[in-house]
């Protein structure tokens, strides 16, 4: 099948793919940024999540015209990641925050059992 796509389309998909990759490279600069790890951890995950959403949208897009049949199958990869991200984000905050009291490090304690949550004001 030797179809062309519309120049529109063409447009659309490669502006996605154009902002997917700057919210890649913003999340790499929000990495190198950042002094501390859990200051670290937010940078990459936000802007990869959105880039790699920007880059299923427009791969979906592009397959769906060019096979002439909705393609949705791209977008699993965007749900599989947005269900991922957050949950390997909290366990990586809790092992450096274990890791940061084992070395006695500037790293607060860990709440008492029976102690109620500090009030913010």
Same mark, same amino acid.
Not at 14 to 19: D, E, I, K
């Given at each position: 099948m030797n179809f062309a796509l519309p120049s529109w &389309?063409?447009? &659309?998909? +490669?502006?996605?793919?154009? $902002? %997917? %990759?700057l919210l890649a490279l913003? %999340? @790499?600069i929000g990495l190198l940024r950042y002094g501390d790890?859990?200051?670290?951890? !937010? #940078?990459? @995950?936000?802007?990869t999540t959105l880039s790699a959403l920007c880059v299923t *949208? $427009?791969?979906? &897009? !592009?397959?769906?015209? *060019?096979e002439q049949q909705l +393609?949705? !199958? #791209?977008l699993l990869i965007n =749900? *599989?990641? =947005? &269900?991922t991200a957050p949950?390997?984000?909290? /366990?990586? @905050?809790? @092992?450096? /925050?274990a890791r940061g009291r084992d070395m006695s490090a500037d790293v607060p304690p860990? /709440?008492?059992a029976n102690e109620p949550p500090p009030q913010r004001r």
């Open positions: &389309i063409e447009g &659309i998909v +490669a502006l996605l793919l154009v $902002a %997917g %990759g913003t %999340g @790499a790890f859990f200051r670290r951890m !937010h #940078p990459p @995950a936000l802007a *949208l $427009a791969s979906s &897009i !592009h397959f769906s015209v *060019l +393609a949705l !199958h #791209p =749900a *599989l990641l =947005a &269900i949950v390997t984000t909290v /366990l990586l @905050a809790r @092992a450096a /925050l860990p /709440l008492a």
